[in-house]
């Protein structure tokens, strides 16, 4: 069974930085990953993805503030957030779509504020 498990949310101030990571297990090896957010009272949103071979994508939104990263060998992805905003503020979510199903992790809450 597929699991993703996040980590590395906080309370951080704004300008300030975090590191998210999603490690994945019961998966010989990780595909296309992607991170996502939802703030109270809004959609879930696609942030970033990368695919199997590297390629990157980001929402307006973070585009050069956030960098999406993975280690295959860890089956790992992380998300590096820089310049953080309070508007940033959400759980966010790592994802990915194997064997024709989609996998969500937990979730794990970031606050951006002073």
């Known amino acids: 069974q597929v699991q993703l498990v996040e980590s590395g949310g906080g309370l951080v101030q704004p300008g300030g930085s975090l590191r998210l990571s999603c490690a994945a297990s019961?998966?010989?090896?990780?595909?296309?990953m992607e991170w996502y957010r939802q703030a109270p009272g809004k959609e879930r949103e696609l942030v970033a993805t990368?695919?199997?071979?590297?390629?990157?994508y980001y929402a307006d939104s973070v585009k050069g503030r956030f960098s999406i990263s993975r280690d295959n060998a860890k089956k790992t992805v992380y998300l590096q957030m820089n310049t953080l905003k309070p508007e940033d503020t959400a759980v966010y979510y790592c994802?990915?779509?194997?064997?024709?199903?989609?996998?969500w992790g937990q979730g794990t809450q970031v606050t951006v504020s002073s």
């Open positions: 994802n990915t779509f194997h064997l024709g199903r989609d996998y």
């Open positions: 019961g998966i010989f090896s990780i595909g296309q």
């Open positions: 990368i695919t199997s071979d590297g390629s990157t």
